[in-house]
Nanobody, 123 residues
């Protein structure tokens, strides 16, 4: 069974940086997309970024482009989200996710999820 465990959340001031980590286990991920989603209080869960495990290709949601970077370390089965220039509106629970893909990265259809880690950005 695929298991995803996030870590690295916390409290940071606006303009600061934080790096989230996701430990992936349970299978090989060569045919998978790995992604980060976030959910703020009272709002739906939104796509943040995704990366192809095999190729390293990435996609980003518009609000985080130029500020966040998704990456992976295949040898360590780790996925990261480097978050820079953080804003109060980035405050949310951040979730690591995974899904099987054929070729193109997608923002929907993820069926494996981590437990989430809280990120709070103060003004």
């Amino acid at each position: 069974q695929v298991q995803l465990v996030e870590s690295g959340g916390g409290l940071v001031q606006a303009g600061g940086s934080l790096r989230l980590s996701c430990a992936a286990s349970g299978r090989t991920f060569n045919g998978y997309a790995m992604a980060w989603f976030r959910q703020a209080p009272g709002k739906e869960r939104d796509f943040v970024a995704a990366i192809s495990w095999a190729t390293g290709r990435t996609i980003y949601a518009d609000p985080v482009k130029g500020r966040f970077t998704i990456s992976r370390d295949n040898a360590k089965n780790m996925v990261y989200l480097q978050m820079n220039s953080l804003k109060p509106e980035d405050t949310a629970v951040y979730y690591c996710a995974a899904r099987r893909i054929t070729t193109v990265l997608v923002t929907t259809g993820y069926n494996y999820w981590g437990q989430g880690t809280q990120v709070t950005v103060s003004a």
